[in-house]
């Protein structure tokens, strides 16, 4: 097993840990940059917690982002070409049907590894009508430096190639906005995507922002929360220390 792959099975299988409330049964994928031309995804259906090597498959990026350039006509042309991206089509697993904005964010937003989960605190969030103002404000400086100085938001829209072009307009916003690619994209009535160069910021992006979540929904139950004010979340985000520290949280 090559050393890209090894590290993707270890953190999604942590990604999956049942204590962790991040997913159950077949929730989520992940994905992580091999080369250039290809990339490792979750296979469709597989558990995180439990995944075997098996459990991925390598697939081409480019005939998966020129569905996104020229959709095809129906689900059954669209796993066609899933198939036919695989780089080794003998492999009986097939690329989760989210592969399409793995893909893209991969190529398009510098992304190296995607952790994609359903977190129940996250969730609770996300199912409700405070979505997007947990996802454009912050509350507490490690939250800015972890997550950035807002997540990008995404309303509900069907899974697959829908949500993928949802997910790129709302990323490429973000990034118009900002000068910098998300760290982390929410997606309504959904769940969190996370973009990391490592799977050690991967992990620790999502872990801040379940702890929002948590933050967040017990400041609701309290009354109103205080959210941080635009310049004080600038100056966290661009304070040099703060910089510093945040490098050491990408590191394996
Ligand atoms: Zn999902």
């Avoid at 991969?106 to 199912?127: K, P």
Wanted: aromatic share 6%; with cysteine.
């Amino acid at each position: 097993m090559s050393d890209t792959l090894s590290a993707l099975l270890d953190m999604t299988r942590t990604l999956g840990k049942p204590e962790m409330e991040y997913v159950i049964i077949g929730e989520g994928n992940t994905s992580c940059r091999i080369d250039e031309d290809s990339f490792w995804i979750k296979a469709s259906g597989q558990g995180m917690h439990m995944i075997a090597p098996e459990g991925f498959v390598a697939v081409r990026f480019a005939p998966i982002l020129e569905m996104l350039e020229r959709p095809p006509g129906d689900l059954a042309a669209q796993k066609a070409v899933m198939q036919a991206a695989k780089v080794d089509p003998s492999v009986p697993v097939v690329p989760s049907v989210e592969v399409t904005f793995h893909a893209m964010l991969l190529a398009e937003f510098g992304a190296q590894v995607i952790g994609h989960t359903h977190a129940l605190a996250v969730n609770r969030i996300l199912c409700s009508s405070r979505a997007q103002q947990f996802a454009t404000q912050r509350m507490y400086p490690d939250e800015v430096v972890l997550c950035g100085p807002q997540s990008a938001f995404v309303p509900y829209v069907d899974p697959g190639l829908p949500l993928a072009l949802a997910i790129r307009d709302s990323a490429r916003r973000y990034a118009d906005e900002h000068n910098e690619a998300p760290k982390v994209i929410l997606l309504a009535n959904h769940g969190l995507i996370v973009l990391g160069q490592t799977p050690t910021e991967v992990l620790n992006i999502t872990a801040m922002t379940v702890k929002a979540a948590h933050i967040f929904a017990g400041a609701c139950a309290i009354g109103e929360p205080v959210f941080m004010s635009r310049e004080d979340i600038q100056h966290i985000y661009k304070r040099p220390d703060e910089i510093y520290r945040r490098k050491q949280f990408v590191q394996r």
